[in-house]
């Protein structure tokens, strides 16, 4: 999934791109309260974490101008402003969830999980069609009795096809889950994920259709 970190401790921000990353996410960061408010305009991103003590605009101003403006994607808020009366604030200013620093990443993760969940409706974490199965805690996906945990950029690959089985997915569309700004991609990039799932997994679980992207059937 492609997330939006706005943060503006640098070192906060690198542990959470590094994280972020390794958990088969595609990120960008922004460090002030203006570019958050650009970029959340940006409807691409299935989540934006959100601290609120942001230079030139706080953090809970940037959640009011959002929604005012009718940006539906899922906030979370990082901060580490703990009394209740900053997270009720922010709950009902339309935050999604709220998580107060110090925190352990597992947590982190978890929530945007569940999160997630929350907003597709499902109550579990598997994405599943008729042949593949897919966790979205564990990174293991399941296809023709095999069972095997995903490296980062394949699993992100293979989330956003069985997000939407059967439905063809092109390059473009991939691209712009899997990699964050400025991140340099190979012309070839795409087709060198899809050979090692399929060489784990057989060509059936990702379905090339010639001249329009790729698709996992129903």
Excluded: C
């Amino acid at each position: 999934m492609r997330v939006l970190l706005i943060e503006d401790d640098v070192l906060i921000g690198d542990g959470l791109v590094a994280a972020l990353k390794a958990a088969g996410m595609a990120v960008d960061w922004v460090r002030d309260g203006l570019a958050a408010q650009e970029a959340l305009r940006d409807t691409g991103y299935a989540i934006a974490l959100l601290d609120l003590g942001l230079p030139g605009m706080d953090g809970m101003a940037v959640l009011r101008a959002t929604r005012r403006h009718g940006v539906e994607t899922p906030v979370l808020i990082l901060t580490a402003r703990d009394a209740v009366e900053s997270r009720v604030a922010g709950l009902d200013l339309g935050a999604d969830d709220y998580l107060v620093k110090p925190f352990e990443v597992p947590e982190l993760l978890a929530r945007m999980r569940a999160l997630l969940r929350r907003r597709a409706g499902r109550a579990t974490p598997m994405l599943t069609t008729s042949e593949v199965a897919l966790d979205t805690g564990t990174h293991e996906l399941s296809h023709g009795g095999r069972t095997e945990t995903l490296p980062a950029r394949e699993y992100a690959l293979m989330q956003a096809l069985m997000e939407r089985p059967g439905h063809i997915l092109s390059r473009a569309q991939i691209e712009e889950r899997i990699y964050g700004w400025g991140e340099e991609v190979e012309s070839n990039a795409m087709e060198v994920l899809i050979h090692s799932i399929r060489r784990k997994f057989g060509k059936g679980v990702i379905l090339n259709v010639r001249g329009a992207g790729w698709m996992v059937p129903k």
